[in-house]
């Protein structure tokens, strides 16, 4: 993919590894605890509902998802491998 937006824009260059395990992950980390501290914080307003999904993977194990809906927006809480219940 990189290759073809240089091919778009000549002299383009990738970030680099470092940095992008490094600066970007992290701001974009915090980027994410801002969004999800704001959904939350509308929570005490609106309240919010818990919803689950299940479904089963590649290798088909059962798993469920746990997710928080509110008018805000819905976030993921939790996997969880139901397999051994």
Known sequence: MIDDIA???PGFKGSSYHDLKGP???GVVHDVHEYFFEIK???KL???SI??????NRRNVPIMN?????????????LVDT???
């Open 7 to 9: 091919l778009m824009r």
């Open 83 to 85: 397999s051994s219940l």
């Open 24 to 26: 970007l992950l992290k």
């Open 66 to 78: 746990f997710l928080a809906y509110s008018p805000r927006g819905t976030i993921f809480l939790k």
């Open 51 to 56: 919803m689950a999904d299940g479904w089963s």
């Open 46 to 48: 609106y309240g919010c």
């Open 41 to 43: 914080a509308n929570w």
